[in-house]
């Protein structure tokens, strides 16, 4: 007869203690069974059109129409190369290091750059941790604050030190505090690796504020003075100014041969989660910008081709097969340069729109909160008023989505916000 | 210093599959056979989307609300709720006793990677039992996380039979509370599955040594063709452990959906029967939240389009129907191959017994070609299978079965029999 009991491994489980909820995702799922009609969602970064409905990009809706009508294409479900489709790859690395950032053009040339298509942006920094917690830094500096998922990632892939560098003060981006952290903190480390810096490329998550070219120069040369790895997060390109390319400014100050090496290389996270809309299909990619190419970047590939293989084989297809119809197609690439404007045009519409309506410092100087967030400086408290009583979901930092808010709703949310 | 880290990089030798891939690719012969990947082909060897997924592809395109929006971390429900009736069955105890948490995977590996990081998390001190021989991966998915494997007897390489008694052994000398990773059904790479009574007698040793077991189930219904019996030895383990200790599986839909490329899949994890003093919701409420943890580190949330695909099919009696009838295509197609692949190496006289090759089942024949073998079935004959002389039965149809059996017979007549 077998015999019955209740082994160790259960009592293991119901030790399991319950980890927190997703400071974001878990307050939608909160939303999805609030009952007060009026209620409102701006916590998520999906964008909204004006009748608040998430629609395609145009640009994204045709390729799709291709995509589908196209029986070659669609035939074929079969696995992706580790490293992803080779033609996303060819066309992303051309958007990327030729179109938005000519300095890239000689990089591509000499075969510098190592290349992997992830699951868009969250995805690019999992493999990019584990790679550089396996073989080069165990240290990484965030903004404070930053995306709350950010230090999740770093974490969960290796990372045992985790820093924050000030960002934020009173209301005001504060690069003088930064630069000291940086010089204080990252100077004295007794790590004999180097340490990492995530930078956000533009419209900084959660605030909105981003430095100027100037304060990034300055910032970028005590990060090459310090030795540190630029890993550049880029999940926003285009949704600043409404120009991709324009978007592009930290990668291209960075890559500028005059004036920075990079000896550990440089790590870009990119995502087309935001600016293509492709949020759900997970779309986006790292490259590892290397020092010399040839052997170290063949071997940083085969590296790269090894951490994906154990943890999901290959990338999802047809994500990247829409977007690289889009890449791939000039009059669609146009399309979608457009697409990406009027995205911007409606963010930043949103907020003159609240600057009527709120007497609010934030919204006054349209140049200093970027992107598709409003960092309210709503404290915890506020912020729970606002959920209980109104039903209005903001993230609990005070973060509220541009794009949640229309015009049948702008008034309603407003106002609230003033009487809290 | 930090100026040579890069350099130390290891060249990693490229993976065995996705490489054969790569030279079949640059072979210019004219007739040559991919019997590598376990992708399915129909019989003019071509990738095949199964009749159930254009149809479902078809209802998810016309769909007016169709967009990209993020999935939650844990998945698409309807995804995840089909899915586990699929494996589980409609009158599953488990199910009815509410004891199971279903999440969405990137496919099969993704859903190992994610048990490697629950165990590291939990019970990192276990030992993870692997089959001798396993699928290539395996061994790198556990190990990377940092977990110990060890390997059990399988294969009696001079019978081509299963080894029962190495087995058995192994299951009682491991450990107490060990983790046995079994192959569901179709085993990778022999294609060698208990038969019902050897499973009986595995499960009942496991459950006498109190280990964990992890089923790995990528190919249900695609090795028979019919779903429960190809879900045979799921469901008798999660009889037999119903009161001793959770179950863990990994379920793809790769294979029997043609999702490859797509990552579509699911980890399920089924709770033991306890008694009343344990607060079950609240064990899997803890899981789950776990789960998400290790989901949001790595990719934030899993992707849309194949998940919305695999539930259609799920969901949708036609489809259903229509998905069962591919299976019967596919798997019939394969077992034919199987019958004509033997039936012309027996009338070519060439030497060795190959009944073995009938008798197996799912994608793989586990020939016992040798290593050198293979490599002038490549060199001389454009037939490409990995050095283990795993061959994927799915890469021959009616046009090229005869030309491997001769290509077969020759490699075998060149080094004689003894080495077979």
Redesign the interface.
Known sequence: MLRRQVYKFPGRIQAIPMAPPDKILGLTEQFNVDKNPKKTNLTVGIYKDNWGQVTTFPSVARAQTILDQSFEMNTDLSYLPIKGCPDFRENVLKFLYRDSCPEGVELLDQDRISFVQTLSGTGALAVASKFLSLFISRTVWFPDPSWPNHANVFQNNGFKNINYYTYYKEGKLDVDGWIQDLEKEARETTDEYPPCIVLHACCHNPTGLDPTLEQWRRILDKIQELKMIPIIDMAYQGLDTGDLIKDTYLLRLSLDKNRYQWPNGLFLCQSFAKNMGLYGERVGSLSVVTPSGGDVKHNVDSQLKKIVRGMYSSPPGYGSRVANIVLSTPHLKDLWFEDVKNVAQRLQSVKAKMAERLDWESLKDPSRQHGMFLYTGLNTSSVDILRERFSIYLVQDGRLSLSGLNDSNIDYVCDALRKV | ???S????????P??AL?NI?QRLSTDSRPVKVDLG?G?YRDDNG??W?LPS?REA?KLI?QDPDY???????AGLTSLTQGAVKVLLGQDSPALKEDRVVSVQS?????AL?MAA?FFTK??KDKLVYLSDPTWA?HN??FE??GLKTASYPYWNAASKSLDLEGYLNAIKTAPQ?SIFVLHACAHNPTGLDPNEEQWAKIL?AI??Q?H?VLFDSAYQGFASGDLNKDAFAVRLGLE?LA????VIICQSF?KNV??????AGCFHLV??R??AS?DTE??K???K??L???T???????????AKIVATVLNNPELTKQWHADMVTMSSRIIKMRHQLRDSLVSLKTPGNWDHIVGQTGMFSYTGLSAEMVQRLEKEHAVYLVSSGRASIAGLNSGNVEYVAKAINEVVNYFGSSKL
Request: hydrophobic content about 40%; aromatic content about 6%.
């Open positions: 210093m930090s100026k880290l890069f350099n130390n990089l290891q060249l990693l490229p993976d996705f891939k990947i992708a071509k990738p989307v997924v592809e395109q967009n990209h929006e993020y999935l939650g971390i990137l496919s099969g590996t993704g990677h990081s939990f019970c991966n790198a998915i990377t996380m509370g009942k459950v006498e109190d964990i037999m009161d001793s200790a959770p790769a043609g999702m490859y490329g797509e990552r709770l033991p306890q008694d344990v609240h064990v409420a803890s899981v939240s776990q998400a943890k290790i949001r580190s790595e990719l934030s949330n899993p992707p849309a389009y194949g």
